[in-house]
């Protein structure tokens, strides 16, 4: 029965369509005046998305991403260039929200070309994009239009941003290099900074223009006060069933008789209200049922508190199961205006990359059901591993290191026919520790940890 839930999840998450393929690059410019430069700074962030077929995964499914920007001015003078790493698998452990990620730099006036490329470490293979960019010449009135599924205000769970999200000031927005929305729920977010000497009133016109430049959508006019300094507009728009095709959003702010213009491109495909992200919790977990409903619910057990699953009724029905479901992840949803829940999917593609890595075979365990997979959806993938295999008396065994947050780190040791890979020494509060951790992983074991972690494992409790 579980392969039939897994199966749902996975036909549940196909791709958008051709539209999907190569390395996608998209820019936004914001402004900041500079007494020391003129006409001031031009501040770019720049978001990325990685094409699906290109990571290839090793045997243990791991894959690392070398991602290299490079910023060129006219002359071919390279002014800013930027390496890193970033580790995923595959499957996506986080769907979608792992093939994104952003950079942000500040240029000069001029004209520039942002070169981006990401290299598989596994096959070679290589994708690869280039923008062209041009820094203000002069004080803009507007920022670039930027547009993204969702964006929401801070709240107090938002310790970091999640995979998939930024923070700008007082907003976490969904990274989107490119935004596709569709199905009757539809909507669109946008935000657009002002730059004003004064504070003034004005209207605020958003449009959907089709590609033939036909107006599809109009919002507004709508009164704005737009601060002295730097100004912020933002909203959430319902675009209700647009056809499939590519628009423009529009945004016109009319102050005193000028009118300031910004717009930004997005796709209408239909299929992409069929996608897990896109489906509302009543939606997903209406196409679940029976034992699918209970395995639905088995694995929270990683990331809630008992008391928070103290209702689940166990012996109730389908249509209670899903009230449950449904109320649990609602209580979670980081944008409950905008169609879908994005943590809830994050979360069972989580569970179908723990089930297909981290499973154990001779405890007839699922992989969430295992240590490595419980942290794992608790805390996703590691910033480092160190992973060893056996050698004479030292275990199989494995280091996941995260650098976010307080620094936890999890040492995972393989005990063979005793249960496989088991957690036996963390500095994470709500583990257990194993008080023989050195004894099993023997002298030489130990002193390998050492050097990767340094000696404060060797505490008697474990760092705080």
Known sequence: MVGTWIGLVAALSVGVGSADTGLVVRTVRFYRADPGQSPGQTQVTAFLRIPPDLPRAGQDGQVSLSLTVTVTDSAGEALYQQAWQRRTAVPFPRGEADRLDLFRFTLGAGRFLLEASVVDSVSGAKASATVPIEGYPTPPAASDLLISPWLRPVASMDTVPQAGEFRRGGLIVAIAPEVVVGGPAASVAYLLE?????????????????????????????????????????GQ???????????????????????VSREAGFVSDPAVASMPGALSDEAYFGLLSGASLDQAYAPLATIAEPRDLARWPRAGGDEEKRAFLTGFW???????????NERRAQFYDGVVY?????????????GWQTDRGRVFLREGLPTQVLRRQQRGAVPAYEVWRYFEGVGRYYLFVDRGALGGFQLLRSNDPRELKE?????????AGVAEVVDFLGRTVLEPDGPA
Do not use: C, H
């Open 194 to 234: 002002t730059y004003a000497g004064t504070s003034s009133e004005g209207r605020l016109t958003v449009t959907v223009e089709d590609a033939g430049g036909a107006v599809r959508k109009r919002f507004g006019p709508t009164p704005v006060r737009v601060a002295a300094g730097i100004g912020l507009l933002t």
């Open 237 to 259: 728009l319902e675009l209700g069933d647009l056809p499939a095709d590519r628009y423009r959003l529009k945004a016109s702010i009319e102050l005193g008789g000028r009118v």
């Open 330 to 340: 609602r209580g979670r949803d980081p944008t409950p205006n905008a169609p879908g």
């Open 354 to 366: 723990a089930n297909a890595f981290y499973a154990d075979a001779r405890r007839r365990l699922a």
């Open 435 to 443: 008080r023989r951790w050195q004894q099993i992983l023997t002298a």
